[in-house]
Antibody, heavy 121, light 107 residues
């Protein structure tokens, strides 16, 4: 079965760091585009970042320069390194596989259950 | 950045009703749009991709249409399990952007 599972969330103080992990099964992370999406408490969905199979990365302006998306092919795992965390980064972080249609990204087709990040003093 | 304006923000409907949700993009996004359903405390699930293609396993009462800047999600006959929040997502250009969501509630 194709699935992803996030881990690594928790409570961190403003200015701190956290690394989220996303373990995939049923498919190969390195052969797919992968993305992170977050949701602040009681709010809508916000796209955060994407990593292409050939290494290109893109970020939302709100996290650019602070967050880094990466992967470990040997562990079939995606990561999100989050530095200089702010209270507004609080929320549930979802990992998702990005589908491909006719060679272009086609949105997120497989989602994890999410991991909760709380940035608070 | 491309802005996605979703309407309505909420609606009340009865089981069996036909429901329509609209997303308008601030610029042409071709057919690079998906629709997602989210239930409380759960991860989103994709219903429609490429504006009008039904995701495998999704009931046929869901349909999508549109291209360019105007898109529609239609539920032909609302079922009890369809009460949820729905989001559109444009992935034509970065940053990808979601609509603000439509909460479908029971009348």
């Amino acid at each position: 079965e194709v699935q992803v599972a996030e881990s690594g969330g928790g409570l961190v103080q403003p200015g701190g760091s956290l690394r989220l992990s996303c373990a995939a099964s049923g498919f190969t992370v390195s052969s797919n585009y992968m993305s992170w999406v977050r949701q602040a408490p009681g709010k809508g969905l916000e796209w955060v970042s994407v990593l292409y199979s050939y290494g290109n990365t893109y970020y939302a302006d709100s996290v650019k320069g602070r967050f880094t998306i990466s992967r470990d092919n040997s562990k079939n795992t995606l990561y999100l390194q989050m530095n200089s965390l702010r209270t507004e980064d609080t929320g549930v972080y979802y990992c998702a596989r990005v589908g491909i249609l006719l060679g272009d990204p086609n949105g997120m087709d497989v989602w994890g259950q999410g991991t909760t990040v709380t940035v608070s003093s | 950045d491309i802005q996605m304006t979703q309407s309505p923000s909420s609606l009340s409907a009865s089981v069996g009703d036909r429901v329509t949700i609209t997303c308008r993009a601030s610029q042409d996004i071709r057919n690079a749009l998906g629709w997602y359903q989210q239930k409380p405390g759960k991860a989103p699930q994709r219903l429609i991709h490429a504006a009008s293609r039904l995701q495998t396993g999704v009931p046929s009462r869901f349909s999508g249409s549109g291209s360019g800047t105007e898109f529609t999600l239609t539920i032909s006959s609302l079922q009890p399990e369809d009460f949820a929040t729905y989001y559109c997502l444009q992935h034509n250009s970065y940053p990808w952007t979601f609509g603000q969501g439509t909460k479908v509630e029971i009348k």
